[in-house]
């Protein structure tokens, strides 16, 4: 009896691999509980063996295990039986639904086992197997949206509130400095009587008018009396005209 040392590779992860020793009588149920084993993979999945060239390329189909089915063809199948060349190598797909697919190479032959080994083992362990089952993290887009919606508006809110943060430091520094002064517009205000009731517009209106028009009157009034003033000067002008010519007749009859 020998022992067959099979190097089994993930197809997509060149850098992991598994050296297993096997005994020529295993069967390629014994290979897939083992390459299962070393991968920490579970066995709820069916898998299927081919044969493969030394290019790798598929060739005839070996048959398929069924998930825990000690009883099936494969089963029962050594290993021996399909191996005609030094470098004999298979294909091995498990779990037909996500498939994990292998590539697996006969490497070593030894004539004989070790008595105080028991078989099939693993023998060189290389690189972390990737997850069995991958975990798919899904948001739901109503919810995405609203956080990207809060996140938008509150970031709105925030340069909103420094804007006008810094417009009030703008307006300190400057009536501080003195060179800007809000000083607000001189308000007229109306002293009304205290027992004034005003239940209408109108009234409202006609106490209106007639502050105004007691403000203009004032303003004419004392306008007024300014050009009363400058006729009594042109009057008096006149008068010193009229009495200079009354002089000067006076003066010429006296004469």
Known sequence: MSILRFRVSFEDYDDIHRDIDLKD????????????????????????FFLADHNWRKGDRIGEVNAGDSKGKLAETALINFIDDPHQRFLFTYDLEARWNFTIELIRLISSPDGHVNYPRLVVSAGTAPV????????????????????????????????????????????????????????????????????????????????????????????????????????????????????????????
């Open 25 to 48: 009588d295993h069967t390629f149920a014994d290979l897939l509980a083992i390459i299962l084993q070393s991968i920490q993979f579970d066995n709820k999945h069916n898998s299927e």
């Open 132 to 255: 069995q089952y991958k975990e798919n993290l899904i948001i739901p887009v109503r919810e995405q949206t609203e956080s990207r919606s809060r996140r938008r508006k509150s970031d709105t809110d925030d340069d909103a509130l420094m804007a006008i943060a810094a417009m009030d430091d703008d307006e300190d520094a400057l009536s501080e400095g003195g060179e800007i002064s809000d000083s607000a517009p001189e308000e007229i205000s109306l002293d009304l009587p205290a027992d004034l009731d005003l239940e209408t517009d109108n009234e409202i209106a006609k106490l209106a008018e007639e502050f105004n028009n007691t403000t203009e009157v004032g303003e004419d009034e004392s306008h007024d009396d300014d050009e009363y003033g400058n006729d009594d000067d042109e009057f008096g002008g006149d008068d010193d005209e009229y009495n200079s010519g009354y002089g000067s007749g006076r003066d010429e009859y006296d004469e």
